[in-house]
């Protein structure tokens, strides 16, 4: 039996449900996978959710002491394996000596992984997220004398990808979650193997056909914005909260539902009361079910300044929802504008609210008995989830290759990506 760890900076994790996913569809086809996280997961629904998944999940955190001190002499031991990663991080490179500390520490961390997997079978080391995580599972797959490979998303690439010249070397293979990302990577690190990066796409459950929110002529209503996701700098709901002042200086009468925790809740909460915008936007935090929040939203708003290629845009898309995302990384790959939704200049206020009246004026001119404009976007939004981003066929596709890629590494030398049919194109 093929025996995996799989690595996560948290696990399980509500926002990152694609991990779990992952680790059951390789079960499924008979690998053992020891899931590991190097965080504590925070208690809530998505422990209690992974209960039937995982008995044991392999948490690093908190360390102890003397497997810690095992480590030291893992590391001792087997200084040849690690070495030309503990010269990377110390002599080459313009990291910052905090970034390099970082590195060392992580590189410690790696042995302490390694001494907790010894005597378990592992032929493989995948890291989802090319975060402090992957530095640990590489370092880790160096002292066991195993393959490793990781998946890569948005941030971790395109604003925190710190030392991937060196883990992208490392890897047997990487997955990545858009065409875009495979191109980045092989324009920025010219000396990684084309075909050992390959595009390894998300995808939501497709449900029963969703009705759009519909509201015939004349009739009087509020025009309902939704953002769904967690309350970070990077998704910068700072703007959304700028365009919802717009918006209402301009008198559209309109609700903003933010649906998310994070770190950045007081300063949001700050934000809409300098703002005045207590009657427009709220907060609700963490949302277990969605359904409703996406059956009275008129448009699903996506702000942020990186991302791979959001959940978020797949699970309102596929519930018939009309979206409006910024032009950046792999979002054009699912958000083909005028077609499947809208998208707007990153970064560009004038444009994001210019984009959001234009949609009220169509929606306000909508007949409840004649087939809109939007109404064709809405079903072809739904189709390009159902063919090109569906959670069952591609977690397929990760399945069968990740196996293939591991049993029989030779095959890393084809250059793949999943079937992606143009599906859309042919609808409208």
Not at 26 to 37: D, T
Not at 190 to 209: E, F, Q, Y
Request: charged fraction near 25%; aromatic fraction near 8%; hydrophobic fraction near 45%.
């Amino acid at each position: 039996m093929l025996t995996v760890a799989y690595l996560a900076n948290q696990f399980p994790a509500a926002v990152e449900p694609y991990v779990g996913e992952e680790i059951q569809e390789l079960r499924r086809r008979g690998v053992q996978v020891i899931a590991g996280s190097v965080r504590r997961p925070e208690a809530g629904p998505s422990v209690a959710a992974s209960a039937d998944l995982e008995t044991e999940i392999l948490c690093l955190q908190p360390v102890r002491v003397p497997t810690l001190l095992r480590a030291l002499g893992l590391v001792v031991r087997r200084w040849r394996k690690i070495s030309d990663l503990v010269a990377r991080v110390l002599l080459r490179g313009k990291e910052s000596p905090k970034r390099r500390l970082k590195a060392l520490l992580h590189t410690w961390l790696g042995a302490y992984y390694a001494v907790l997997l010894e005597g378990r079978g592992v032929k493989h080391v995948h890291v989802h997220h090319g975060y402090f995580g992957s530095w640990i599972g590489m370092a880790a797959a160096r002292l066991l004398g195993v393959s490793f490979s990781m998946t890569l998303h948005g941030s971790d690439l395109l604003v925190n990808g710190a030392y991937l010249d060196t883990k992208l070397k490392n890897c047997r293979f990487c997955m990545t979650v858009s065409e875009y990302n495979r191109r980045y990577i092989l324009e920025h690190f010219p000396a990684i193997r084309a075909s050992r990066i390959m595009v390894s796409r998300l995808g939501v459950d497709v449900p029963g056909r969703a009705e759009a929110r519909r509201v015939a002529r004349g009739t009087r209503r509020t025009f309902t914005l939704l953002a769904v996701g967690r309350l970070h700098a990077v998704k910068d709901h700072a703007f959304l909260i700028r365009a919802c002042a717009r918006l209402r200086d301009g008198g559209l009468d309109f609700e903003c539902v933010i649906a998310g925790e994070g770190p950045e809740r007081q300063h949001l909460e700050f934000l809409i009361r300098k703002n005045r915008l207590q009657d427009q936007i709220t907060l609700p935090g963490h949302v277990t079910e969605l359904d409703a929040l996406y059956g009275r939203a008129d448009v699903v708003v996506l702000t942020s300044r990186s991302e791979g290629i959001p959940l978020v845009l797949m699970e309102a898309m596929t519930r018939s929802r009309i979206v409006l995302a910024p032009a950046i990384t792999g979002i054009p790959e699912i958000v083909i504008p005028g077609k499947t939704g809208f998208l707007y200049a990153p970064g560009a206020l004038q444009d994001f609210v210019a984009k959001i009246l234009f949609l009220e004026k169509l929606m306000c001119r909508e007949d409840r008995n004649a087939v809109s404009r939007l109404d064709w976007i809405r079903h072809a939004a739904q189709v390009q989830v159902l063919h090109n981003f569906s959670r069952t066929k591609n977690l397929s596709h990760f399945g069968d290759r990740f196996v293939q890629l591991v049993a029989i590494p030779e095959l890393v030398i084809q250059d793949w990506s999943p079937p992606h049919e143009d599906f859309v194109l042919q609808q409208i």
